[in-house]
DNA sequence: TTGTAGGCGTTATCAA
DNA sequence: TTGATAACGCCTACAA
């Protein structure tokens, strides 16, 4: 006996649909394909059995057939909880998912533990990937995915590294807009909490604040100047230890460690902003619920997710992609900062 | 000319590994899935070339010749910028992919216009899916996907729905634990700020609440209950009406709507807990950097996903799933809320 | 307008 | 220990 699988067969095939309709798979797939060449009674009548037994041809039967999976990857590069707990990050993904499905894909998540992705891409499950804002220690996964040659986009430059794709804001002018804003206030005296160096963002953002000092003639103080790792914790520590210094603004490259930061300076009793002027950054969703409200620089995140989708897309398409993205960024100005006594 | 691919093709496939060591398609598919019956030098040169060419099975290929995906698909049914901005489904959503993939399962993220996952599921692209946290807004997403007898795990227990899988927790008792505390403070005239009624989840903390205050003879106050639809804003608006009730401790039902409710003591230059004692729910992590930190009731998230992901992929694989999976809660106090002065 | 036949990359059966 | 062959469900070149 031939090799057969399961017993009463409910699967509906193309196959299957064929045989009620009395007309070879070829007819059917010219139906299900919206090819010409099929007599009209004939379409309909197929058509008919279609929907009357809801078939949909096996997508991944398809796949194999036609070398094209319609499938691209979501990767998520840093510590899960990161990504996830920072509503930024999740705006981007929206923006990803929801493009990906306009243009007739589908997404699937990949988490690196290990280098899976590099599985799943040999494994032709997916045709490219979007990396969510990789830093310079994720440089092993942009060099793994060169290697395979797996097309992909990311959201965010990542330093040093040439020739990629990807979709950013021009993080030099948008902390210039920042610091603009704070000194037209009259704060010459003012801080800065930058985020993790490993990413390209907080380089720029730091050259965009000293640039601008100087730009004013304000002397740069290091002392003023602070790390932290984008966490709440952290600008809730940074901003602890500028406490100790004479200042009188506070630029914070995310709105999480803004939070951090304007809990330390109310646990010292003082007050945001007539103490201290604080500009945050992202404007996420929590920016204009906070006490005070944030004053910060909004970038397009979901905008910046879409863009990535849109663009990976075109190149798994063979369109050319020459143009990185660069989006717009804007300062919403709220109360966290005011005019200096 | 016979239909042939692409060009020059460089395409490694089981095929391609077979010609380069001289033996059949069948014995380079018993060395990759780890048979018998093959000759130890055959199969470590076979083993070479895999690794010499980075050969992967084709995901899809397989697929069809297994009737099995490996894939499942991750519903979120809310309007997504509900989701995407309460890190607890964040939490829920890391949960879920996290244990899939130790389970050697893949996530398709199926946002839910239209009714995609139906094409989905019918496409095999997935064996089943997890529906996030559904209302009773989103019957119709349950009802459909029972229709197509799709395998599904739900992160909730839904209004009316019987004989559905779903991990919850016990809402009642949850409920009766924040209400067990503010009334051991010697709160009476306690408030609640509740969720969407679309929520099994907002009609049992409700009870829960009711029936707390009946055990301490406590009389129920409809004009101390207010409903919010989970976001900041609709926990600012509720509380903003409560404060003209005479009070001394709210519970309210999510840390977002928390978020909001405190904001709105502030403006009225109350202070929490002195004048107002304020108990939320979900623990997020901003619940602790909150000003002042909140008194929560702690439901694990991460858990929620992953047992979620455990009991779809049991379903799938045939394994009994009899029990429907109920998670521990426990309440987590901090700073907003005190003893009645 | 339709059908035949072969190919996509894999696994399973059965005979050698 | 191995291989020929068919099967999975789809698409397409080509002949009818």
Redesign the pocket.
Known sequence: ?????GEA?L????????RMA?????????V??N?????????EMILNLISEYG????A???A????KSHTVGLIIPYKADYIFSNPFYSEVMRGVSTETSKRGYHLLLCYTHKENYVDIFQ??RVEGFIVISPGSTHKNIIHKLTEIEAPFVATSKIPGEQNIKYVDIDNFYAAALAMEHLISLGHRRIGLIIGPPVLTSSEERMSGYISTLKKYNIPYNGNLVRQGNGSIESGYAAMGELLNEELTAVFVTCDTMAMGAIKAIKEKNKVVPRDISIVGFDDIPLAQILDPPLTTIKQPAYEKGASAARMLIDLIEGKEVTENCILPVDIVVRNSTSNIL
């Not at 009395?22 to 010219?30: A, E, I």
Request: net charge positive; hydrophobic share 30%.
């Open positions: 006996m031939k090799y057969q699988r067969d699967r509906v095939t193309i196959g299957e649909i064929a009395g007309v070879s798979k070829t007819t059917v797939s010219r299900l394909n090819k010409p060449d099929v007599k009209p009674e004939t379409r078939f949909q041809p096996n991944f039967a398809k194999i057939s036609l070398q494994q032709k």
